[in-house]
């Protein structure tokens, strides 16, 4: 254990030294190919990095944070676009909080006047959900009483929140660092009526936000002027989700270390498609018919764990991720009984 938290803040120390690079150097160089290419060396070391971290809890999140948002961040700003180059030009803090967090700052435009009664609301939430967590933890202890399919179950809402809390933390230290106001991460995607509501606005927001400039907005361009503007968002759709596929696949790399079985971008890929057929059917029928929540919910919700089962997890199954994970839990209560003196008397 205290290998791999040396490890993690080598890891975090380069990153944050590149990313001052970033902030002197290329954001003095012109916008375009050339400040493209001085970025290059920093796309290539945030891929790199995460391979230093075999740890679960400590390598995914920094592989996600550093090889695929921080990357892909980079490289709007290359082009003077994305959340890097926004006006008023940033501290050098704030820039490396938006750079390597997964974080978006809230468009100071959009009113907020119940901020003062939504915090506390949403801190008992997270701290309802942090519970439950726990409970799936500690309901492992007796994992060989349970039905392989209880176990996936728990495992779907392990994974969600998991995710959630550990961004939310992520977002908690940079709005007490900089007293920022940020956008939501998750918007409850339990409640997802549809595929589009799924993972448009409730799923995972940051990976959203990120790839709307990256992917979607540019290849719907090109499709417009192909296809016209009534069909431009079909292949942009798709588009969006083969390339959250192929992410997908490089961050199992990073936790697995063993060659992608694409399992993970064909989920990614079914996605895309029945969320490009689901903009068709709504489009044909414009609003002449439509599923009662109560039905298009469970069913959203539904297709979703299923096909996550079926091809979204064989592969952590395989590797065991799963079982390291679980028993990183362990080794951390271990870690700090043994630094905090817990065990003593």
């Not at 012109?30 to 493209?36: E, F, V």
């Not at 003062?116 to 942090?130: G, N």
């Not at 492992?140 to 209880?150: M, T, V």
């Not at 959250?244 to 498609?273: K, N, Q």
């Amino acid at each position: 254990m205290d290998g791999e938290i040396k490890s993690f803040l080598k890891v975090w120390i380069s990153a944050l030294a590149s990313l001052c690079y970033c902030y002197f150097i290329s954001r003095k160089i012109p916008k375009g190919k050339i400040r493209l290419f001085s970025l290059f060396p920093i796309f290539y070391l945030f891929l790199v990095l995460p391979l230093g971290l075999s740890s679960f809890h400590l390598g995914g999140p920094t592989a996600f944070y550093l090889a695929w948002l921080g990357n892909f961040k980079l490289l709007l700003f290359a082009f003077d676009q994305g959340p890097l180059s926004s006006d008023p030009l940033k501290s050098l803090p704030l820039f490396i909080s938006i750079a390597s967090l997964p974080i978006k700052i809230q468009n100071k435009e959009t009113p907020s006047p119940q901020n003062t009664t939504k915090v506390p609301k949403s801190l008992l939430i997270l701290a309802v959900k942090a519970f439950f967590l726990v409970l799936i933890i500690r309901t492992y202890d007796y994992k060989q009483y349970l039905h392989p399919n209880i176990i996936l179950a728990l495992y779907c809402c392990h994974m969600y929140l998991g995710i959630e809390i550990a961004l939310a933390l992520s977002a908690a230290l940079a709005r007490t660092m900089l007293a920022l106001e940020l956008e939501p991460q998750f918007n409850e995607p339990y409640l997802s009526t549809s595929l589009q509501d799924f993972w448009g606005r409730r799923w995972n927001l940051m990976v959203t936000s990120i790839l709307r400039p990256t992917i979607y907005d540019p290849i719907r361009c090109i499709s417009t002027r192909i296809l016209g503007s009534r069909f431009a968002l079909l292949p942009a759709v798709l588009a969006t989700f083969a390339v959250s596929g192929l992410m997908h696949e490089l961050i199992f790399y990073y936790l697995t270390r063993v060659d992608p079985t694409w399992e993970v971008t064909w989920f990614f890929v079914l996605h895309g498609i029945c969320t490009a057929m689901e903009i068709v059917v709504k489009k044909a029928l414009a609003g002449r018919f439509q599923l009662h929540p109560v039905v298009s919910g469970p069913l959203t919700v539904g297709f979703v764990a299923v096909s996550g089962v079926w091809l979204f997890f064989p592969q952590i199954l395989r590797n065991g991720v799963d079982t390291r994970a679980i028993g990183e839990y362990g080794i951390l209560f271990h870690f700090l009984n043994d630094k905090l003196g817990l065990h003593g008397a």
